[in-house]
């Protein structure tokens, strides 16, 4: 689709040159314009908010630089098989009660095999998905007939991140490919799954590494319903525990740019927010973000729990978005 109009037109074929004058704007000129997209696009002051829980941590035989799962790695995670169902709907009622309409479930698995295990993790989706929450789930890699199956299981998102750009993929992980990642997110796209994907910065890439990611995000066929946008939280015993923090206006610019180049998609202000201010997020919920995980882990690392969250969006004037908003907007 070719540009016709830079406020309203949802484009998939952006050139690095064009996101590169994007990213590089004086960044109060970048928030202005995403704002204004942000407006024209979605229900300003609108917020999903998401919880996430870990189903089955550490002993990952991946090498994710960044990631305190990984078996390799001495960390100070506290590895645990599968949780049970009861356990699982426990967390889910409680973070529905907290405010929560996403309920996201994380296994630190490479794969999904066809197991005992994932036919658990399928009881769960449909659990939770009773429960009248979306259900998202993040298992590693999955092929087409393991999507199915999670989508007749009542799977309404899977996140899959591409981390950093493709060339830079390798410095940060080798025991899978870019190419890897790709394929299982278009593994759920076909099964009809809401895509949810993004990166990290802080893992010691360059900008342009940022931008590249960001354009292989925009130019897919179908934008993700989802980009998270996640600060590197350093962690003992990960390759990356030394690297330096990121700093909010290298959130604020990937947020904004993000908003700019995918009006329509959720960008999830993610890990790394536990250490921001009140009037930091402001800066990113007006750059264009519009989505938060809330509850006190995400995952392995510190988050921000319900009762700071639920006092940021009173003073902010932030509202919690519907369960299934798109599906009842299309019904109507």
């Not at 970048?30 to 979605?42: D, G, P, S, T, Y």
């Not at 305190?68 to 599968?82: C, E, G, N, S």
């Not at 529905?96 to 309920?103: E, I, M, N």
């Not at 994932?118 to 449909?126: E, H, I, P």
Request: glycine share 6%; with cysteine.
């Amino acid at each position: 689709m070719m540009q016709t109009d830079t406020n309203t037109a949802i484009r998939t074929d952006w050139t690095l040159d064009e996101i590169k004058a994007i990213y590089y704007k004086p960044v109060l000129e970048l928030i202005v314009e995403a704002a204004n997209i942000h407006k024209i696009h979605q229900a300003t002051g609108e917020v999903q908010v998401c919880t996430l829980l870990s189903v089955k941590t550490g002993g990952c035989p991946e090498d994710c630089s960044y990631c305190p799962q990984a078996a390799r790695f001495h960390t100070d995670v506290d590895v645990h098989k599968l949780l049970s169902q009861e356990q699982v709907l426990t967390a889910a009622q409680r973070a529905k009660d907290g405010g929560s309409t996403r309920f996201c479930m994380g296994a630190a698995w490479r794969e999904v095999r066809d197991n005992r295990d994932f036919d658990k993790v399928l009881d769960m989706v449909k659990g939770v998905n009773d429960m009248g929450l979306e259900v998202c789930c993040t298992l590693g890699m999955v092929n087409e007939y393991q999507a199915e199956k999670l989508k007749e299981a009542g799977l309404y998102a899977y996140n899959h991140n591409l981390d950093t750009s493709e060339e830079n993929y390798s410095n940060i992980i080798t025991t899978r490919t870019y190419d890897d990642r790709l394929d299982t997110i278009d593994n759920v796209r076909k099964a009809g799954i809401s895509v949810c994907s993004g990166g990290i910065i802080g893992l010691g890439e360059t900008d342009e590494d940022r931008i590249g990611m960001l354009h292989t995000l925009s130019t897919m066929v179908q934008h993700p319903e989802s980009v998270p946008v996640n600060a590197l939280v350093p962690v003992k015993g990960t390759p990356l525990e030394n690297q330096p923090l990121v700093t909010v206006w290298e959130m604020v610019r990937m947020i904004a740019t993000a908003r700019i180049l995918m009006p329509k998609t959720m960008v999830r202000l993610s890990a790394g927010r536990e250490r921001m201010s009140v009037t930091e997020q402001a800066l990113c919920f007006l750059a264009g973000a519009n989505s938060i995980f809330t509850g006190e882990k995400l995952l392995t690392t510190p988050n921000p729990d319900f009762d700071a969250d639920k006092a940021m969006f009173e003073l902010l004037g932030l509202n919690p978005r519907k369960s299934f908003k798109e599906e009842t907007q299309n019904v109507c």
